[in-house]
């Protein structure tokens, strides 16, 4: 049985009202953390590509992308769990791990059951919740990988947003 039903969340998969980027995140981390879904990315058998300043090449340990320079160029580890859905991870800070999804890429039950899977792939290696928010509007959680559940669940009223 799917985590989330399509017909009880469509609101929270409306680029209109969530943003088409939405925020997810995972707080209380670390370069273990980092270092870990790193791990996750290589071993999981999705496509991805690591890119430095736009320029793809080979993904580096955690330590390393984190201790750039502040000015260094921008990176971006982007990850395609099932074809046609991209998530663009953005390693700035050890302390939390973030990245974006693409609503106009998540439609359906399908869409909802694939970023499931993909939030309860990345809550369990860590051990730790994993948030998604409307696009900007940090610290009002709408759904997520809960650990204690083991599984994604509702955070807010979907019929309310």
Not at 48 to 74: H, I, K, Y
Not at 108 to 123: K, T
């Amino acid at each position: 049985m799917p985590d989330l039903l399509w017909d009880d969340v469509r609101n929270f998969f409306n680029p209109d009202l969530m943003g088409a980027l939405p925020d997810v995140s995972v707080e209380g981390t670390s370069v273990e953390g980092w270092q870990a879904v790193f791990d996750l990315v290589r071993s999981s058998g999705w496509a991805w590509e690591f890119l430095e300043g736009g320029v793809a090449g080979p993904l580096p340990p955690a330590a390393e992308v984190l201790m750039r320079p502040a000015d260094a160029e921008t990176v971006d580890l982007r990850v395609w769990p099932v074809p046609g859905v991209l998530v663009i991870f953005r390693p700035m800070s050890a302390e939390e791990i973030d990245f974006d999804v693409d609503l106009r890429e998540l439609q359906g039950q399908e869409g909802v059951d694939v970023l499931c899977r993909f939030l309860a792939a990345v809550g369990r290696r860590l051990g730790k919740p994993v948030v998604m928010t409307a696009e900007g509007d940090y610290g009002h959680p709408v759904l997520g990988f809960d650990p204690a559940a083991e599984r994604v669940v509702l955070m807010a009223d979907p019929r309310f947003s």
